[in-house]
Every structure is written in structure tokens, then in C-alpha cells.
């Protein structure tokens, strides 16, 4: 208020005096006239909340409809819904996204995420594919040789995580860099793109150690002879002796990326093993390329923490006791240094959620009550506030001394 | 001596359902009321709406832009009080530098914090409107005054002294903004600059209720604005800390999917892990709709009054927001503002209407997070989120294959129209994109339909007659409400005010109840 009516009270009338107070006298009766009158019947439907189930559902039970073998060591598999449950359609999902599958091996209940390899319109018609390669000593890709066949019932979450073509985001032209089975999600971005779901254009430099181990070959060979202007796949194998026509030899290089791509006008997606990762850094570092350009598919399980800069060396190989509080239940057990937190809990038989195993999603965020971890510099999808109340993620975290922490339980 | 019903054998004396700013607030303070409680909450995390999501580089926060009721530490409001000195948690809070940059098609204009420093800014682009600014702004101290009369008074306020001292607040209170506005004869373009604000309330100015808007008004505008420093899940994990250490209980991951109730009376709640847990107080953080519509068992406890009122209401507006990180600074982009709104025009009515379909809207309330926080994001970056509204019914046919596509279309009009109203191009400096809609706050708080604005605070639903009639609402005994769809109306400060009220309220019950003990 001004100085000069500071003393003068101003007083509102807004219809009359006596109907503005009319007005003020009716609202309870008014309002419990209202109510009166409304209807008594039970509210039935919430469309977003459906909407959110079918796009985000929590869990999608399904069987194995037949399994194809895609090289020695791959095999594509098919997954329908399980009529035994109430999954009866499957969630859409963006080209690129994945499944985290949740397995019990031997008594002990792990998930791993698998990029799905099958377009979005195959989800639609009832089936998504996931292509998986056996690994030397994979805990659970041995289990799945072993076990899998048609008719095993296998639970996964909704479609997840961040590794698609974003048209409001990325170039047209999207370049995937595919390492071994890190090609998958880009059969997923070729089909999207020809079945006119991207409007995109997509090249492929697909690294493999060795020509059998190539996945999908006639399949792309195909989709590349039919959609020319929008699908291409450059071989590059590692191998000493090549027989394939037209493929370049050794490694994804700065070279053979500038051979066949347009760098500036481009998105680079990548996938792969971890060492590809490291070498590609250092190769696209070359073309001094802003963050937003280059997207990387989560990583994954780190297999050798150890050799990262920055982790206790001498540590490594030391076990350390964790005290774990799920709930009600506190037990203590064994952790190895060079193993994330997260296997740790799951070979003690917790099962806390988790699906990216990549630090990313934040399904296993955890309390640290004390202790001190390691956290892998790669993938830290922390909050700012998680840091500074110790919630960490187990997936990527390495115990470096005894730990106590309180972890969740599946809901 | 119990009450009629109650049960002896509880394992929590109250158990609060859901981790939103209600929930968060009513659980803390009855901890530290040395209450035995059971906090439980859906998500692995606490906040619901107020919390915070990480995409690369960036830590977006996921729906406040600012907080009001907070204050100065010399001028403080209820929620700095309430956070620093009732349950002193350790959050940091930063000031906005200004209210709000509006632009129109026919105004563009920068908002000061002060009342007096607004009322001159309002004078210098529409003169002549001065003195139906400040009456506005003596209505909603007047307002401010009558609540505390009220509060002061225990909710038995004397009928005279309302009359004699307060009766700026009684006039207005059944009245639309727009038919106060027209009384104080206001000009067009003086309203286009105060109703900016609208925006938070998402109803016309024909429908929203004078006394809730003004008081929401001049919070701002008086009290300035503030933003934790961390985002929001920097102040909800320090309520959770801060519940834990007074000795409160929290489940995460754990959905309430029963309240059990037996011959009108509360006796506990049956959670998504099977578990049930007896209590005779339930605090629900979810709203009427879900609490009589899914969650009171069996369904034959529910009266018909109970439906009726949630029929009565009319439930809010639900948001779309674009999330963007970019890869330049807010100063290399040209953005120089914390808080924009931009409107074709002012045509509440209109822009209303364009919420009920999948166009474009076009009304934007737009954040720069960094103008409050410069280093939110790594140097060399920013974070703007860009929100607008829509009715959940919009988007009830879209289909799962279409959704992105729609989404996209939607988000790509609004950072087109920002980037105009501004005058400088951003697009081409997205690195990290996310787009929430209706579905996606539905998703994460499965509150009904997506609705992020509770109910719609028409005069006759607005926050004066529901504190009037609060003791009306009591179908089941040992159920409270808190939060965003509770007594003090939406937002964020209304919900965690509204969860100490609940808190207290409960308190009183609980305390004459021990009282009635120790008199045998």
C-alpha cells in the first residue's frame, strides 16, 4: 500500500453487500447440496492409469514359442505370452529398448537385461525375439543352453531404458556401431525403419572376431537389397583370414567410420563389449564430436572392475562382509571386492528388483549405513541428493570394506 | 477406554499411505510426536510428484518450479517454519531472482518479487491500473489476516469479529477471480499480468476461486519463490531421513491395496506383499477418488455419501512436460528468465478448451533451471523444462503405438512456440530429451487419471468452505486425507501444509484418547 491512503481501508463489493454475504452464508449448504445430488455410483474406469499399465506393465509373463539358432554360439529366441497368466498382449516398445529377464538359476534368482532384437509391430502381433550368445563362462548362458527349450515360462519386465532413435533429438541419419551380440538392437532400429516406424536412416558397422559369428547376415543382406536408400550394414571383422566380399578388416576405426558415414550429419548409437567401448572412445575422440551425438548402450555387467582407474588394486581380491537389512530380515554375508554389490546380494539368495544392471534405471537403489564402495565411474545414474543421503546403486558399486546397508524388496 | 470399535491389538498406532509431500509431512511430524507409524509407499522412493529423475548429464527435476510459502529467513512462510524449525531437516533451498516473464501476443513483460515493485511494474505497462492492483493485493492480506483469525480460533470462528474485521475475506470468498477483478475494475491487460499464475491452478478465471488464487498470488509475490538446491528429491529423502531418525517406519516397493475396515472403523490395511497390518489410523496421502473408489475393503463399508462427493468434484488437469538438457549455457541460448509463461493470449476460457483435445496448447509455463541454480547442470549446459496442461480424457485413445508420435508432435509445437516467444532457436542443441504426459504421472504415482491438480477449486469447492465443512467428511472412522487433493487445495506448499494439518489433527484424536485413559 502506498503512503497516501495508508489509513484508508478498502472495502470490496463485489455484487452487492448483501449478496456477497448471501453469497458467503450459501457455501456450506451449497456444497452439501451438491454432494447430495451427485451420483453414488463407483468411478470404474482410469484410462491413463490403463494406458500406463499397457505401455509400463510390471512384470510380462512369458513362454518360449521356439528358439532358432543363429550361429554356433547364438541362438534367437521367441517369446509369446504365457496363456497361464494374465499377460495377454505385450507391451509396445521403442526400437533399441530392452527386457530385463528374470531367471532362477541353480536356487538363486538373477535378472539380466537383453536388448529385444524383433521390431515394435512384432509386439503388437503377440511376440518379441531376443537373441542371446553363449558366453565362455556365462553363469546364465550356460543355465539356458542347458534348460531352455519351447513351452519354459520366463518372467520380464515392460520394455526399458534409453538407447532409441529420437526424432526431436538426433540426425536422420543414425549410425549403429555394433560389437558381437551388440547388434541386436539394431536389428530391432532396421526393422522399425523399414516397416516406416523411424523415419530414419540407418547404417551399420557391425565389428566381429570372426565370420561365423556374424548374426543375422542373410536377414540384413536382405533388408539392405530391399530398402537401399534406408538400410546399410558394413562388416568389419577382426579375424586374420576374411572371405567375406566387401567387409573391412580389424577393428571399428576412425577410418573406416569416415569411409562410410557422414560424421557431422550423423547419430552414433553404440553397442557392445566393453573393450569395444574403449576403443571406440578413443577412435570417435578423432572427430570431436559433441556429447549429444554419441549415445551408448548401457553397459552391462562390468567384468573387471579391477583394472579401472581409481579402484584399490591390492583389494581385489579380498571378501568383505556385508551386513543386509531387507525389512524385517538382517543377515551378513560375503562380498568380493571385484564383484558388484549387486551378485553379492543375489548369490546370498536376496533378490532385490533390479533390471539395467548399468547403474542406470535405479531399480536397486540402496541405503549404505556404513562402509566404503567403490562406484564404477562409467554409469553413475545417481541423484544429487541420493549421493548426499548414501542411496547407491549395487549393480554398479564394489564393496572396498565391510559394509551395512538396507536394500529393497521386490514389490 | 477405547472408542467405540477400536481395536487394542495395532501394530501402528497410524499408518500414512503414500511418500507424497502429504504423506512425507504427515508421517514426520507425527513421529516426531512420538507416534508409532508405518509410512508405505508404492515406489522405491519417496516424493511422488516432488522428485527427480537423471538422463545422461542431467538431473531433471520432475514437476516443481517453485516453491511458495517458503520465504526469506527474516520474512519466513509456513514451509520454511515448518522444514527449519518444526522438523528440521537438512535441505537447502535457493531464491528466485524474479517472479515471472510473460508473453503474449500483445505483452512481454519481466515480474519482479515485492508487492510493491509488481504493483509499479503492472502501473508501467498499464497505467492507470495501480489502485485495482493494490486493492487486489489488500484483498488477499485481508484473506491471509482471516485465515490466521480462523486457525487462531480453532475453526470456531466468532461470527461478529468475521464480520467486523474480516469482511474483505468474506465477500470474496464465494466469488470466481474474474467477477472480483471485474468489481475492482480491473483493466484486461493489469489481469493478463497477474493471472499469469493461472497456470498453477488450471481452471479459467470465470471458475477459479478469488480466495485461493489471491492467497496463492501474494504468496509468491510477497514471500518471492524457492527451488531446492538438489532438486525435490533433496527435501523428500530428508524427510525420510528425518522420519527415520524420530523412529518412524518406512516400506518402499510396497502398495497399499486394502484398507480393511469393520463396522465403520478403520482396523488396518492389506499391503501388494500380502501383508496385513493393524491399525486404527490411516492417513491417506491418495485421494478420495482412489481411497473410496479402490481401496476401502469390503466396498460395503463405503457409504453412498462418500461416492457422491467424490462425484460432486471435479477432478483436475494432469501436465505434459518437455525435459530438455542442452548442450549451451542459458546465456549462450539467450534465456535470461527463471519462470516463463507464454500464451497465444489470455483467453483462459479458450486455452481451457484446448486442454480437453491433442493439439498444441497454446500456454506454456516454462523453468530455466539454472537462472535459480547455475550450476545444476555440468558448465557449458542448462535445463529448461517446458510444461503445459491437458485432460487426462485427451489422451484416453491414444494407442501404445502411437503414443511417442503423439507425444513427439505435442513437444515439438511447444519448444517451437518457447523458441519464438524468446526469439532464439534451442533445438538444435538438445542432447538429452524426455516427455512426460498424463500417462507417465500416472505411471509413477498411479494417482487417478494422471491428475496432478487435485480438484478443481471452483468457489463452491474451494478452500474456504472445505475448511468449513472438514469435520463433515469423517464417513469412516481413523481415515484422514493429506496432500495435493486435501483441505488447503494443490501444489506443493498446500499439500505439505496439508500433511501437518493431518498430522495434527490426528494427533488431537489420539491425545484425547490417551487423556480419557489416564482420567479412570
Known sequence: MTNNNKNKKFNITVKSNTKDLYSFMKLVPGRKKRIQKASSEPITSDPMNELARKLHPERQYLIIDNIKDETKTTKTFKFIPDPDFETKELAYFRAGQYLSLKVEVNGVLITRPYSISSSPNDALKGFYEITIRKEEHGFLTNFIWDNWSAGTEVVSSGPEGFFYYEPLRDKKSIVGIGGGSGITPFRSMARAITESILDAKLTILYGSSEEDDIIYYEELKELEKKYPNKVKVVYILSCEEVTLEGCEKGFISSEIIKKYVDVNNSSFFICGPQIMYEFLDKELKKFDLPPKKIRKEAFGEIKNIDEFPGFPKNLAEKTFKIIVHQENITKEIPALAKESVLVALERAHFAPPSKCRSGECGFCRSLLISGEIFISPIGDGRRMADKKFNFFHPCYSYPISDLEMEIPKDA | ?520
Open chain 2, 1 to 520: 477406554m477405547l472408542k467405540m470399535n477400536e481395536q487394542e491389538d495395532e501394530d501402528y498406532k497410524v499408518i500414512i499411505i503414500g511418500a507424497g509431500n502429504g504423506g512425507l509431512v504427515a508421517t514426520a511430524r507425527l513421529a516426531l510426536a512420538g507416534v508409532k507409524v508405518l509410512l508405505i509407499e508404492q515406489h522405491n522412493l519417496p516424493g511422488g510428484f516432488a522428485s527427480s529423475f537423471v538422463r545422461g548429464r542431467f538431473e531433471f527435476e520432475t514437476s516443481l518450479h517453485e516453491l511458495a510459502s517458503f520465504g526469506s529467513e527474516s520474512n519466513p512462510g509456513s514451509i520454511r517454519k515448518l522444514f527449519e524449525d518444526t522438523l528440521k531437516i537438512d535441505a537447502e533451498f535457493l531464491e528466485i531472482p524474479e517472479a515471472y516473464r510473460v508473453i503474449t501476443k500483445d505483452l512481454n513483460v519481466i515480474m519482479p518479487f515485492g508487492v510493491e515493485n509488481f504493483i509499479n511494474a503492472i502501473e508501467k505497462e498499464v497505467p492507470g491500473s495501480k489502485e485495482s492492483v493494490e486493492n487486489f493485493f489488500q484483498l488477499a492480506r485481508d484473506i491471509n489476516h482471516a485465515f490466521a483469525y480462523v486457525g487462531k480460533s480453532k475453526g470456531n470462528p466468532d461470527q461478529t469479529v468475521l464480520l467486523k474485521e474480516h469482511s474483505n475475506f468474506l465477500k470474496t470468498a464465494a466469488y470466481s477471480v474474474k467477477e472480483v477483478e471485474d468489481a475492482l475494475d480491473m483493466p484486461e491487460k493489469a489481469r493478463a499480468i497477474i493471472n499469469a499464475y493461472w497456470a498453477y491452478m488450471g481452471l479459467p478465471m470465470s471458475r477459479i476461486n478469488f480466495t485461493i488464487f489471491a492467497a496463492m498470488v501474494n504468496s509468491y509475490i510477497s514471500k518471492g519463490a524457492y527451488i531446492p538446491k538438489l532438486r525435490s528429491t533433496e527435501f523428500t529423502l530428508a524427510l525420510d531421513k528425518k522420519i527415520r531418525e524420530l523412529g518412524g517406519n518406512i516400506m518402499y516397493n510396497t502398495r497399499v491395496e486394502k484398507i480393511l475396515v469393520k463396522d465403520g472403523q478403520v482396523t488396518g490395511v492389506e499391503t501388494s506383499k500380502g501383508d496385513k497390518i493393524k491399525t486404527n489410523y490411516v492417513i491417506s496421502n491418495a485421494s478420495q477418488t482412489l481411497v473410496y473408489n479402490k481401496l476401502i475393503y469390503p466396498k460395503s463399508e463405503v457409504p453412498d455419501i462418500a461416492y457422491k462427493e467424490v462425484n460432486a468434484r471435479i477432478h483436475g488437469l494432469s501436465a505434459f512436460v518437455v525435459y530438455l538438457g542442452l548442450d549451451a549455457s542459458a546465456e549462450e541460448l539467450g534465456i535470461n528468465e527463471y519462470s516463463y509463461f507464454i500464451m497465444g493470449d489470455m483467453d483462459t476460457e479458450k486455452l481451457y478448451d484446448e486442454w480437453k483435445e491433442l493439439g498444441v496448447p497454446k500456454g506454456q509455463a516454462t523453468v530455466c533451471l539454472n537462472v535459480a541454480i547455475p550450476d545444476c547442470s555440468p558448465p557449458g549446459t542448462s535445463i529448461i523444462y517446458i510444461t503445459t496442461l491437458f485432460s487426462p480424457e485427451a489422451w484416453a485413445n491414444v494407442k501404445p503405438e502411437e503414443y511417442v508420435d503423439v507425444k513427439n508432435r505435442i513437444a515439438d509445437g511447444l519448444i517451437t512456440d518457447f523458441e519464438e516467444a524468446l526469439g532464439i532457436s534451442i533445438k538444435e542443441h538438445i542432447e538429452e530429451l524426455e516427455v512426460a504426459t498424463p500417462q507417465t504421472f500416472a505411471r509413477y504415482t498411479r494417482t487417478y487419471n494422471g491428475v496432478i491438480y487435485g480438484y478443481e477449486p471452483e468457489s463452491w469447492d474451494s478452500v474456504v468452505p472445505r475448511l468449513m465443512m472438514m469435520n463433515e467428511h469423517y464417513y469412516i472412522k481413523g481415515l484422514e486425507f493429506a496432500g495435493g487433493f486435501g483441505r488447503q487445495c494443490h501444489g506443493y506448499s498446500s499439500a505439505l501444509n496439508d500433511g501437518e494439518l493431518a498430522a495434527l489433527l490426528v494427533l488431537n484424536k489420539l491425545q484425547v484418547r490417551v487423556r480419557s485413559k489416564v482420567d479412570e
